[in-house]
């Protein structure tokens, strides 16, 4: 049981995770109650009657706290990443070797073998991230300076998650044309290229387009990376519920970037495509969908083989016996009704991930009869967050220094990812690892390696355990070089 005493949030339930009844603990302790601090706690979880007393101005204080603690601290720093040198400097006489004259000889011995340029320089750890701010967060389209702190933010996690150096870079154009352009002449410099925050449609003609033509893997996050995180709860919801993959019926809430690639994902890994029912703002994707056929490519292409009955409505009818709603769409509350969740099928999986409010709340879902729930948000139990799936995804990518990161390479991330938090213990709370349990990354690059290697897509052929070992070894130094500047006050600490 949760209860407000003395300003503070306290657990009394036998049902805590720690198991210690005897004692109230502060939510900060509680491994349990955590997560529902901010709102409240799943009325049907596992305790059957909940009294939560909250201050409501308290809540949307902390709610508002890191947006406050952003403008402080952003401008303390002056941006989040910075270059530091990975070589030795023992005084200036060491700039002959790792700049002129002695930088030549590599320099010739790269000309006259390409592939070298892996050897002598950090190409292959390096990842461009690259935007053109035309689909921020739940921002819109806000322009590439507005977009550069996300993007340094991205570079961070690729950092400290996955030992990858990723440069933010912010185009000022929207033209898909001079984005592939642009993408294609910097692959001398790159290992990889993450983009990140383009709006659709361009964005999956600007990924398939440089997937065909780029010699270094290509990855669209808001597609591939939410596709992969995705799939990996729902392999662990449905082991829950107890239903097959390939039976489950599931309706897909909004047609975005990510709603479309998660589908392709999941229809790669075996869910039925009739099975399948997807909704926009104008009703289901079905055949009579002429509308879509010019503007809407992809969402045309899915009408046609998706939603086997050819049902037209709108997320009601898609709900209506459903097992599965996987809904990336406008934020709520109240975009997804109560009523509908009632109408789904017993053991319903709601997986509501629009930010910062998920279409329903998820004690909302749970009393309209929902079983497993998931959001975007990491004050809730299992959040669908893609920052577990593309540090040790591209981890394991540049390891092997593969050419494309295909979609069987996303699956098989996916499938790592829920053995990772099955190994632990899978509950309806705890679908997939959070980005706490870091041993995660290094195990999720070792796969994606393996199924590069099998593939033929790899330039570098390692076992699996050599894989892992090294991506643990490159994981753990990046988290301890920042461990350590922090503590040596190289990072300072802002005051207050």
Known sequence: MLELIGGKILCLSMQCALRRPERSFGIDRCA??????????????TIKEVKLKVNTEDLLAKALKPAEDAMKLHPFYRGKIAVTPKCIIRDVNDFAIWYTPGVAEPCKDIYKNPEQVYKH???????????????????????????????????ILFKYLGGVDAFPICLGTKDPEEIIRTVLLLQPTFGGI???????????????????????????DDQQGTAAVTLAGLINALKLVGKAPDQAKIAMVGTGAANIAITRILLAAGITPGNVIMVDSKGTLHRGRSDLKDKFKEKYQLSLITNKDNLAGGTAAAMKGADVCIALSRPGPDTIKKEWVESMAGGAIIFACANPIPEIWPWEAKEAGACIVATGRSDFPNQINNSLGFPGIFRGTLDVMARTITDEMCITAAEELARCAEDTGIREDYLIPTMAEWEVYPRVAAAVGVKAIEQGVARVKLSREELYKKARQIIKKSR??????????LIAQPEG
């Open 32 to 45: 349990m109650c955590r997560p529902w601090a901010a709102i409240l706690i799943y009325k049907a979880l």
């Open 194 to 220: 993450n983009l990140e925050d383009i709006s659709q449609p361009k964005c999956f003609h600007i990924l398939d387009t440089l997937r065909e033509k780029a010699r270094i893997p290509v990855w669209h």
């Open 121 to 155: 320089t950090n190409k292959a750890n390096m990842v461009a991230v690259i935007s053109d701010g035309s689909r921020v967060l739940g921002l819109g389209d806000i322009g590439p300076e507005a977009a550069l702190p996300v993007m340094e933010g991205k570079a």
């Open 480 to 489: 301890d070089e920042t461990d350590l500047l922090m503590k040596e006050g």
